[in-house]
């Protein structure tokens, strides 16, 4: 195809550079068909400067508008899928899941309090038992427990560790949203049974959600912003006093003032509020004032046999 034009160009130049020029007889209009020749043979020549040029621009606009179409395409993120907000779910909803056992007994160093079981921990039959929850972790990182205990060992806390584990609701559900303001006043009122009975040294609330709720039954209203801290709680929050002036004793024979209270986060992998070294450093204290006590307490971790542990699988 590159050759047709160079010999339409030699016809050309022959036809110009003839030495024998035509007759002068000759018509205009035979003149004018050689010219007209020529002029058509130049037309599928090579083309010009001014016609390739158009070509050129449209194929680098085309690869412009490509490549920025790639980059949108690969820079762009990926809409995130909204979790769809949890409300209030019947009872019967999870009539189906057993409820925890309360792991309890008189004069634990401390107990443990969460909301209520989700879903897979009711199946499991073991408190905190979802892997993404962080509770047996964070037991471990402050000093609670000297390894990491799985799910399985939950009722072994009063023996290894004296320490205990209930919570505010007893009913299973997918998370905290399905439960109602009338049900956690009502397990308010619970527990405070409870630590009366029982008589706990203090009380770890696992959850800045739980200790609202349980604010909210106390005091009639919402618990304001300048009333919460993480930590230990004023003596006028123990929990377990007895009412009515009944004078009651605890293990050693002293008045009983009820149990304190310490507050610290959420172990929900749904709380991402707090960095995990966050709720660590809210954590350390609580294991290290346990710690002290069993000490103090000369506490003896009891192993249990094996016809005990096979009983507790």
């Known amino acids: ?172 559900s997918k998370d905290a949203a399905e439960l109602s303001k009338e049900e956690t006043a009502a397990g308010t009122a619970n527990l405070e049974a409870k630590f009366l009975k029982y008589k706990p040294e203090a009380i770890c609330i696992v959850g800045k959600g739980i200790w609202e709720s349980i604010w909210r039954y106390r005091h009639g209203k919402n618990m304001g912003k300048k009333d919460f801290k993480y930590g230990w709680q004023d003596a006028t929050h123990n929990m377990g006093k007895s009412k009515d002036g009944v004078e009651e004793m605890d293990a050693n024979g002293d008045v009983w003032k009820g149990a304190k209270v310490f507050v610290t986060t959420s172990t929900s992998g749904l709380a991402a509020s707090l960095k995990p070294a966050e709720k660590e450093a809210i954590w350390k204290p609580f294991g290290e004032w346990v710690q002290k006590r069993r000490i103090e307490r000369e506490f003896v971790p009891r192993v249990a046999s094996n016809e005990e542990a096979a009983e507790e699988e």
């Open 1 to 172: 195809m590159q050759e047709e034009p160079a010999s339409v160009v030699q016809s050309d130049q022959g036809l110009s550079d003839h030495t024998d020029a035509p007759p002068s007889s000759a018509s205009f209009k035979g003149r004018l068909t050689k010219y007209q020749y020529a002029e058509t043979s130049k037309s599928p020549s090579v083309p010009t400067e001014s016609e390739a040029r158009p070509q050129r621009v449209v194929k680098r606009a085309r690869t412009s508008e490509a490549s920025i179409g790639d980059d949108n395409t690969t820079t762009s993120p990926r809409p995130k899928k909204k979790r769809t907000p949890s409300k209030y779910a019947d009872p019967s909803k999870y009539a189906h899941l057993a409820p925890l056992v309360d792991i309890l007994e008189p004069n634990l160093i401390c107990v443990f309090v969460g909301t209520n079981p989700g879903v897979q921990t009711a199946t499991a039959g073991h408190a905190y038992a979802h892997p993404s929850n962080h509770f047996w972790k964070l037991l471990h990182a402050s000093g609670l427990t000297n390894r990491r205990l799985r799910p399985e060992e939950d009722r072994s806390l009063p023996d290894l560790y004296c320490m205990g584990n209930t919570n505010i609701v007893e009913r299973p």
